[in-house]
């Protein structure tokens, strides 16, 4: 089965710096990446995902990256706030599939100190 | 984004009862939903996928007796925690689907058994 690897396992970045976190995974089947923050006691929230067509995708401060090839995706977090603070996972599934498995990294939880 | 909602966000209850979590999805349909279990620091845990008008399948190594999964229409599932004891005290969370890929997170469910 698919597994995904991610780290570093906490980062602590100074408010205004930017915060890279990186996944690997296993199945070359794969082909839907989501990236979800999970703040204390709540449940994940998606904040960004990428399909294996295409290569980067931005949203604000946040963006996705994609290498098929070396399968591995990077979560980038640009002008980081306190608010960014919370635990992010990367995950990765085979979209179009009969059940929409979705597997995890083990999180990251970043820390921005202001 | 799509809403899922979870009740009751905490709950207490003595060693032997039983415990019911609703997952709900409230602005679209879903025939497949799906529970995990969270346990401090650590990263989600599938448990099983509940399919509507059809059996739950369960993860390896979960016990379909001790976690009963009712998908009772297009917007609900449960997961009943039954004979509870302390070690199923943990952070269950539902996922619902929007789409073919997307998947939306309740807030999560807090159980302590005393």
């Known amino acids: 089965g698919e597994n995904v690897e991610q780290h570093p396992s906490t980062l602590s970045v100074q408010e205004g710096d930017s915060a890279v976190i990186k996944c690997t995974y296993s199945d070359s089947a794969s082909n839907y990446f989501p990236w979800y923050k999970q703040e204390l006691g709540k449940g994940p929230q998606l904040i960004i995902d990428i399909r294996s067509n295409v290569g980067e995708k931005k949203d604000q401060r946040i963006a996705v990256t994609l290498n098929k090839t070396a399968k591995h995706f990077s979560l980038h977090i640009t002008e980081t706030q306190p608010e960014d603070s919370a635990v992010y996972f990367c995950a990765a599934s085979i979209m179009g599939g009969s059940n929409y498995k979705l597997t995890f990294g083990k999180g990251t939880l970043l820390t921005v100190n202001p | 984004g799509a809403v899922v909602s979870q009740h009751p966000s905490r709950v207490i209850c003595k060693s032997g009862t039983s415990v019911k979590i609703e997952c709900r999805s409230l602005?679209?349909?879903?025939?497949?939903m799906f529970w995990y279990r969270q346990f401090p620091k650590q990263s989600l845990m599938l448990m099983a996928t509940s399919n509507e008008g059809s059996k739950a399948t369960y993860e390896q190594g979960v016990e379909k007796d001790k976690f009963l999964i009712n998908h009772a229409s297009l917007t609900l599932s449960t997961l009943t925690v039954t004979s509870a004891h302390p070690e199923d005290s943990s952070f269950y969370i539902c996922?619902?689907?929007?789409?073919?890929?997307?998947?939306?997170f309740g807030p999560g469910t807090r159980l302590l058994v005393l």
């Open positions: 996922s619902a689907p929007q789409g073919v890929e997307t998947q939306y």
């Open positions: 602005d679209f349909q879903a025939t497949t």
